[in-house]
């Protein structure tokens, strides 16, 4: 089945997520302004930005960890947005997080055994007969071993204890798990690591991924389609190969231009984009990325671009390539 064939898994319809300043004088905080977009079943839907451009944010909101202010979030076709209490809790199960730092989101006072446990003690499932062979069979597929059980965080190694995160993360069977800047605190070789055990993870038990990270050569290692965040909006989104071949965004020329390359003929000069990124309480007027774009015009400061298809599957918000 071509990918874009694939069933929807879940589904953003106009998301924005604002956050209040504690003052007045502060303002809101637009930290996802209108962001629609389709995560297919099986796939991996990789989310690049620079820090503070909201991509946490809205990978938190699918999986309804934060409220959206508006829009709609669909799991499967239903309307997520607004369960609330059981239900809610319900569909937790179907949607994970792995966190970027994995001894911050570890209980440093409870073993390797009953942090496997929380999730199943929190859905009342831990009084179940299977529940012991699942959390041997759960340590299996991350790669360690039963004496594991009675370590504390303290006593394994960084990947260890995201390997850890992973197996927790997977203990309810979820269809989607998003991986919140899942490898940025770890060492590159053991990146390497934990990266091929999500894909191996993905293969064998059908998972679907939201990948975010700020690096975009760790996003193109791991990903069948791309979204390119800035200040709080997708601005481009496309197959990792449609990608890789064309981009069409100034922002995402500029972002990949910064991977380093091996091979003589793939390497491009780097460009390198002039001034800070804006505050996403007060969010540059018409297109965001007009302050810092190479190549922008008077309309890009008056009108606001639209995500449109100008490719089959590859979409962009620029004003350069309206019809
Ligand atoms: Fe640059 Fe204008 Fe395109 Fe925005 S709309 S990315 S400012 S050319």
Redesign the pocket.
Known sequence: MAENEKETLVRADHVKVYFKGKSRKDGTVKAVDDVSLDIRKGETFGVVGESGCGKSTLGRTLIRLIDPTDGHIYLNGEDISKLKGADLKAMRRKMQIIFQDPSACLNPRRTVRQILMEPFEIHKMDKDQDVEARIMELLQLVGLDSYHLSRYPHELSGGQKQRIGIARALALKPDLIVCDEAVSALDVSVQAQVLNLLQELKQKLGLTYFFISHNLNVVYQVSDRVGVMYLGKM?EIADYDQLYEKRY???TEALLSAIPQVNQEDRKERIHLEGEVPSPTDPPS?????TR?????D???AEE?ALREIAPGHLV?????DA
């Open positions: 601005v965004h100034p922002y018409g297109c965001r990325f007009h774009c190479p190549k922008a015009c309309r890009c400061k671009p918000a620029c004003h350069l390539y």
